[in-house]
């Protein structure tokens, strides 16, 4: 039986060197023109969209907790003073960023968007 010219050594090597390019090009093509990602980075977009939508839905019910205080006109005085980079820290420490029903935030991106909120925001 004879094998096929195709398969044969100089075009056997052609057709292995094609297979590979025509992949390469591929995958590079669809990673980086049409937007393919890998499940991993799949997963981590899904938990930053996630996560950003959480602090999102809380952070207006810390401004909310906030400016409910007798002395919000003060307190938010006082967190204008402070350094930006640590004024999610003390809204967290004053227990704004704290939902009813949990505990402490476990991090400071709620306690963070709810000061840059009252920043923006004018004494009453």
Not at 34 to 51: K, P, Y
Not at 66 to 88: N, P, Y
Request: aromatic content about 6%; hydrophobic content about 50%; some cysteine.
């Amino acid at each position: 039986m004879q094998v096929p010219s195709i398969l044969q050594a100089p075009s056997l090597t052609r057709l292995l060197q094609g297979m590979v390019l025509g992949a390469a090009a591929t995958m590079a093509v669809g990673f980086y023109g049409f937007g393919w990602t890998l499940e991993s980075t799949a997963e981590q977009m899904v938990q930053n969209g996630a996560r950003s939508a959480v602090v999102a839905a809380l952070a207006p019910i810390c401004v909310d907790k906030f400016q409910h205080q007798e002395d919000a006109a003060a307190k938010l005085a006082d967190l204008k003073r402070i350094v930006s980079w640590k004024q999610a820290s003390y809204v967290a420490a004053q227990g704004w960023a704290t939902m009813p029903g949990a505990g402490p935030p476990k991090t400071l991106a709620v306690a963070r968007a709810c000061a840059e909120m009252l920043g923006q925001s004018s004494p009453e």
